[in-house]
């Protein structure tokens, strides 16, 4: 049995996978997971995966277990083995589309890595985590703005209004001074999701591919999706599970040539 485990800043995924086929996959909120379920020993964060309930008894019963994410340096769990996220990514992404050759693009919580993989292999990557900004958190903080569900946020994309800041902070003076003029919720929401493309297409510039693969949460953000089609011009691919995507990676990393 194995567990492929993405400890991410908004969300804890993970994955079962059993004789290279997935078998289900489980999340819960990352601030709840690791204050109900984690627990420091000797200054190091361990989890009681057992008491989550989210797992059989035969499944940790010997599980082979292997750990990615913003928390993967702090998890200490007996029989793990912890991997970058470049290549949990990677390795979900390839058994998600079957794909050898492609540009993954993974649009986080808190930041934005970009992948080529060429032959089946990871010939280059590049992150941004030092600003939120290219990121779901943008998406979340602008919808409280707006007041709008991120449901409702990611239905617009026509007409966007133009937001030039390339800052998550100062972007956020900027809606609102775009609301004050009377711009309908519409083309706001537009140009929300407009502007996080906007900051992601010169990352995509450098590793050209003709498969485009878009994962991590704002992968559901539809709008986002047409927009960086028509950014790109060329079609976008979201896996069927683009948040599992690092989970799924670590569980079938064994099964998945680098």
Known sequence: MKIGIDLGSRKVKFAVVEN???????????????????????EE?????????????????????VVTGYGRNTLNYKGARVISEIRAHVAGAKFQTGLKDFTLLDLGGQDTKVAMVSNGRLADFMMNDKCAASSGRYLETMATILEVTLDELSSHWEDPVPLDSTCGIFGESELIGQILRGYPIGRLCA?????????????????????????????LDKALVKLLELGSCQPVIVPEQPQHNGAIGCAVIEFIRD
């Open 20 to 42: 290279g086929s997935l078998i289900r996959l489980e999340a819960c909120d990352t601030l709840g997971f690791y204050k109900q379920f984690g627990r420091l020993v000797d």
């Open 45 to 65: 964060l361990t989890f009681d995966l057992a008491a989550t309930g989210m797992f059989a008894e035969s499944e940790l019963a010997d599980p082979s277990i």
């Open 191 to 219: 140009g929300v999701n407009q502007t996080l493309v906007k900051r992601v297409l010169p990352m995509l510039k450098r590793f050209p591919s003709p498969n485009l693969v878009l994962t991590g949460g704002v992968a």
